[in-house]
Each structure stands twice: as structure tokens, then as C-alpha cells.
């Protein structure tokens, strides 16, 4: 093998190990998490959080690849849906949940509260009954990973809940699931290359100055 070869692996391997921790990290960042408990302290429709925290009951925790249609199981519970996700490669995300909340619920980006009602939400399963969904238009996202906190709360009868996101201002829109979530927040190919050419000159270019 000669010089030549030996010396373009030698710089060719940080670019894949870079380009490869890029994309996993985008792709590990992802979860969907859902939370159950009985209400055995009432309900705080001032601060869903604090009520869901108020609770004493056992909870269930469960990982979903979707929200779509899930159902609790029992009457009278708190919900808890989790997402975590990677926002790197977006300017901004749009996420509409619609669980069934006789109480109503409230939903949080990064720990901070961007709405709440306070009403029976139900959405008949029709998206366009926005004003009986939550949804985090215009929270503030970090350029890496972001935590989307849904809690609500409900008496009977454990009817189908879901979840779906834009990342085009609600143009079009994608059932929320892992693996759609993946597919928005990894970098597009494209972009990968870009970052791959310029990382793969400046490495060229130390070794230029190396062997000047």
C-alpha cells in the first residue's frame, strides 16, 4: 500500500467518526415516553404539573414508537407524555397533542409552560378541533436536545389520544413517532456532506501544514 493511500485513510477516519457521532447522536436523542397514576388527590387545574406530582398512586411507565390512539388504562388518572428529541437541524417544530382530558391539561417545552386549558379537551379524533388540543406554538427550542412535557387529566372513559408535528409552520403534518421524529431531526444528506467536505479540507490542509 503506498504512502499516498496510507495517508488519505489516515485522514478520511476522523470525517467518518465525526459524520457517524452526528447522526447517532441526533438518533439516540429520540424517546417518547408515557405515564399513568390513579387520582387519588384531586385535580389542580391551575398547575397540572404540580397535580400530576401531587398524586401518590404507583405510576406506569411505558416507552411508545407512537402516540397514536393510546389509551390509559382505568379511570380517573393523570397523564404524563414525554418526548425527547433533537432539534439541531431545525429552525423551529410544531406539535399538536390531543389526549382525553375531562380536566384539562397543559403542555410544557424545556420546563417552561406554553399553554394550558383548563376544559374538557376531546378531539373526536378530527385535528382540526384545535381548541380542544394543546400545542406548542411558538416555544423556544436549544439547538440539541429538547424535552416536550404533556400532563392532563381525565375521569372516564379512555378515549383514543395522539399526537402528530409540522416542521413547515403546520403546512403538512407527521404522526408523532419515533421513527418520524428521527427522520426530521437528523441532518439531511446533504447537509452531511457539506459538513463532511469542510471538515475533509481542514483536514487536508493540517496536513499540508504538517508536511510544509
Not at 415516553?33 to 404540580?50: F, P, W
Not at 389526549?99 to 406554553?114: I, K, S
Not at 394543546?134 to 424535552?147: E, K, M, Q
Request: proline share 2%.
Amino acid at each position: 500500500m503506498s504512502i499516498y493511500i496510507r495517508r488519505l485513510r489516515s485522514a478520511i477516519k476522523p470525517l467518518l467518526i465525526a459524520v457517524t457521532a452526528l447522526v447517532s447522536t441526533s438518533a439516540m436523542a429520540t424517546l417518547i415516553t408515557y405515564e399513568v397514576r390513579h387520582t387519588n388527590s384531586g385535580v389542580n387545574n391551575t398547575d397540572y404539573l404540580a397535580s400530576w406530582n401531587a398524586q401518590t398512586s404507583a405510576i406506569t411507565t411505558i416507552e411508545i414508537d407512537s402516540l397514536t390512539n393510546i389509551r390509559a388504562p382505568g379511570s380517573h388518572h393523570h397523564s404524563h407524555l414525554r418526548v425527547e428529541f433533537n432539534a439541531s437541524a431545525l429552525d423551529n417544530i410544531l406539535f399538536q397533542i390531543a389526549p382525553d382530558a375531562g380536566f384539562g391539561g397543559a403542555l410544557y417545552m424545556n420546563n417552561t409552560l406554553v399553554q394550558q386549558r383548563a376544559t374538557d379537551l376531546w378531539w373526536g379524533y378530527n385535528w382540526t378541533r384545535t381548541g380542544e388540543t394543546l400545542l406548542s406554538h411558538g416555544a423556544a427550542l436549544f439547538d440539541g436536545t429538547n424535552v416536550l412535557d404533556v400532563y392532563w387529566a381525565e375521569a372516564c372513559c379512555n378515549g383514543g389520544q395522539s399526537g402528530r408535528f409540522s416542521i413547515d409552520g403546520g403546512d403538512t403534518w407527521m404522526a408523532l413517532s419515533v421513527d418520524n421524529l428521527r427522520a426530521a431531526t437528523v441532518p439531511e444528506p446533504g447537509m452531511l456532506i457539506l459538513f463532511g467536505t469542510g471538515l475533509f479540507g481542514l483536514v487536508l490542509a493540517r496536513r499540508s501544514r504538517l508536511q510544509a
